[in-house]
């Protein structure tokens, strides 16, 4: 495989340029050499950070599927339901993969996904960013090695954050089911492929799974409330207001995420955001969304062996995203919080903490996310370069089992039943 890796952006919103950013950091190994997104702004403004020629531009995915094969790999981070189309078209052209999570929103794409990738012997890497990060690799170091012995049982929680929620799945792309997916799947596939992971290849044979979408409903709107929050009396005594979490902030000079993602057309400032909130989504009353997804779900697993798991997304959270983990072994104990890991030993009765190198180059330092964004994007180049797709973690076999596990899980919310696995010969 020639070095830099060509890589041609499908989807030029925040995961394509971000993921793109790792070539600033490592020119030599990876080069954005197309772009294909059908808005200008986003087209545009990568095409400059990349120099971009031209006639490498398009305004749509299926323009590159038309195209000669010009590039060694596709970054697909389009929207949820676009994932399959320009996997299954593009690996069939011989592009190595890079995909945005969830792999699909049925479980039928998502085998076809899979399939397609292995018979046309390219690498596939689902962006299930968790499994890079370097906390979440030290446990499964830790867990291999026999330091808390048998794994009896697993705890897992995962906080989104009040304003994210509000921001993401209440006004944002990810409210509505039939636009995108359900909750489980766009923000929890992460989840439960660490459990699966953590587990050891054991496989699921029980799932069990709760949840429902509370408090963002249009009978909790406060009685005075307007429908968009630049028009409302009561918007002061209000968490959800959208002039706190995007004006406030812009006011302060903060720009990112979430501010970037209301003004995806243009700068955000002040006179910017204030008009996408006069006349866009992110204005909205929270109480008055075409918002259907789950605020809160807990899913339980039991897995061969009788290892158990439990697995809990809330939404009503000060963190964001932030996720707390407990794995409980026949001689330890292992917890994390997000800044440590901590090994507690029943036979010693003494704590062991572990840390690891969060440092990476360039705009990637930015916080966890970000220091795993760039493993992920570091594991797929060197994967293509050294002809090792061993090195991905979240390659087809492993992300459609754990994804099954979500289909399964949400099966089992809707029918209300606990739902035994299948077994699965792949
Ligand atoms: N791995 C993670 O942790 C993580 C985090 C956030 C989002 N995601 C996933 O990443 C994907 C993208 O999310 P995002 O936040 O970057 O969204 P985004 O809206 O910022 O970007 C998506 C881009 O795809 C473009 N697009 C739409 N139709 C297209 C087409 N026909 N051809 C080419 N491009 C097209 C849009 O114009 C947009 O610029 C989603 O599936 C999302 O669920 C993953």
Known sequence: MPSPIKVIVVGAGSRGETYSDYSFAHPERLQVVGIADPRPFARKKLQERHSVPEENVFDDWHCVAEREKFADAVFICTPDRLHKDPAVVLARKGYHILLEKPMAVTLEDCTEIAETCIQSGVVLMVCHVLQYDPFIRKIKVLIDSGAIGDVIHIQ?????????????????????????????????????????????????????????????????KPSGAASRCLDCSVETDCAYSAKKIYLDR????????????????????????????????????????????????????????????SFTMVAFTEEICQRKTSIHGSKGELTY??????????????STKHKVDMNVPGSFSKGGHGVADYHLVDTFITALLSGNPLLIQSGPKETLASHRLVFEAERSRLENRVVMCETYND
């Open 337 to 350: 919080d997000g800044q440590e890991i901590n090994v507690f030993d029943f036979l010693t009765q003494k």
């Open 250 to 309: 812009v006011k302060k000079g903060w720009v990112r995420w979430p501010v970037s993602v209301v003004c995806s057309s243009s700068i955000p400032d002040i006179e910017s955001v204030t008009e996408a909130l006069k006349t866009g989504p992110y204005g909205r009353c929270v109480y008055e969304c075409d918002n259907d997804v789950c605020s809160n779900q807990v899913v339980n697993m039991e897995f061969e062996g009788g290892l158990t798991a």
């Open 156 to 220: 897992h929680f995962e906080p989104v954050g009040f304003y994210h929620f509000a921001h993401s799945f209440v006004r944002g792309n990810w409210r509505n089911e039939a636009e995108s997916s359900f909750a489980l799947l766009a923000k929890s596939c992460h989840d439960l492929d660490l459990i699966q992971h953590w587990a050891g290849g054991r496989r699921c044979i029980k799932i069990s799974s709760f949840g429902s979408l509370s408090h963002f409903r249009k009978e909790k």
